[in-house]
């Protein structure tokens, strides 16, 4: 790889990481080119980026960012999972992977400037999603206005009960 192309590689890197709200480093060997595009095809579908990258250009491009400590952490064949938009969507998926081909190891991940340990990761998978999150919450939010409309509309409703039976009463 020509110099000017590794300074290309590390802008773009960095910019991505600057990004992302969560990288997360992983060992692939043992993977044949099936299960990695299996586990590429799963990763896209959640908007999460994995990419292959040497240890010396990805430790340049995280020198800045809030991702610095993967720095140290880089040693042997190394894939960098990472998503702008869902932190926990990569550890779900690589997770749910390895558990399938125990052959990816995840590693060590890195948001917000902390590093965190491979049992931490795990921890995240029982998380609910975001959009599960999102709906736990508008459904609290809801619930109020709910019981007060149920509250107001019930003495109309008896109101028109007891009418109808003394209606069919006479």
Known sequence: MKR????????????????????????????????????????RKAAVEYRIVKNTLLRRAVQGTEKEPLGKELEGPIAVAWSETDPVAPARILAKFAKEFPELHILIACSEGKLWGPAEIQ???????????????????????????????????????LLKAKSQKE
């Open 123 to 161: 921890g995240w998978v029982t998380l609910p999603s975001l959009d599960e999150l999102r709906a736990k919450i508008l459904g609290l939010i809801q619930a109020p206005a709910s019981n007060l409309v149920r509250l107001l509309v019930t003495p109309g409703t008896l109101l028109a009960q």
């Open 4 to 43: 000017e192309d590794k300074r290309k590689v590390v802008a773009d890197l960095q910019q991505r990481m600057t990004q992302a709200k969560i990288a997360i480093l992983t060992r692939y060997t043992g993977l044949n080119v099936e299960k990695m595009t299996q586990l590429r095809r799963e990763l």
